[in-house]
């Protein structure tokens, strides 16, 4: 069973709309990370949030974590063809040792 | 820095050859990390050093795999012998110490076991 699920798995959407992407567990986190995957490469860290509550925005994308540092959310406004790519969370238990999520595979259409 | 190295990008090999899958971390990294990714299990966490020592292998699915680190520039994955199963793709990343840290990764050898 995965620590870490993700919702939706597939998202494809039309250029300009907003989504949300949802990160679960029944496990609390010292912190979680969101990381964004091309094809062909590995992750590359988006964020990291460490409190619970926090809320981090990096341009177009606004990123929760949950009072109770079990879950969190991505939230993308206006999403452009350039957003398109496979989203994983990651929480670590203790220390640097992060489990990922099962990732959302995000379309965005022109 | 270069990044994270790893090699080889593509590997194919029959059943029960030996498989070794090398990584080079990113200089002064003390955490080393081994995941491997497929589409029905997402990316798993299969063993973590940090100093060159493995800390949890937990995530080792059996015997037939096996990770090295005998420096801190230089970490192996072998897989011996090798099983169709064992198709996915492998990816290294290293941190530097400290708490929250970031994980930069390699980008990853596509093993593919026929």
Redesign the interface.
């Known amino acids: 069973t995965q620590l870490l699920e993700q919702s939706p798995q597939f998202l494809s959407i039309q250029e300009g709309e907003n989504l949300t992407v949802y990160c679960n567990s029944s496990s609390v986190f010292s912190s979680l990370q969101w990381y964004r995957q091309e094809p062909g490469e590995g992750p590359v860290l988006l964020v990291t949030v460490v409190t619970g509550g926090e809320v981090k925005k990096l341009k177009r994308l606004t990123f929760q974590f949950g009072d109770a540092r079990k879950d969190s959310s991505l939230h993308i406004t206006a999403a452009q063809p350039g957003d398109t790519g496979l989203y994983l969370c990651a929480g670590a238990l203790t220390g640097n040792q992060f489990y990922f999520g099962t990732g959302t595979s995000l379309t965005v259409i022109p | 820095d270069a990044g ?1 190295i790893q090699s080889p990008r593509h590997e194919v090999t029959e059943m029960g050859q030996e498989v070794t899958l090398r990584c080079k971390p990113i200089s002064g990294h003390n ?1 080393l ?1 081994w ?1 491997r990714q497929t589409m029905m299990r ?4 299969l063993i ?1 050093f ?1 100093n060159n020592v493995p ?2 292998d937990s995530g080792m699915p059996e015997d037939r795999f096996s990770a090295k680190m005998p420096n801190a520039s230089f970490s192996t994955l072998k897989i011996q012998p090798s099983e169709p199963r064992d198709s996915a793709v492998y ?1 290294c ?1 290293s ?1 530097p110490t ?6 930069f ?4 050898t596509r093993l593919t076991v026929v």
């Open positions: 994270v955490s990390f995941y997402g990316l798993e966490l973590y940090n800390i949890d990816f990343a941190s400290g708490v929250f840290t970031e994980a990764f390699g980008q990853g």
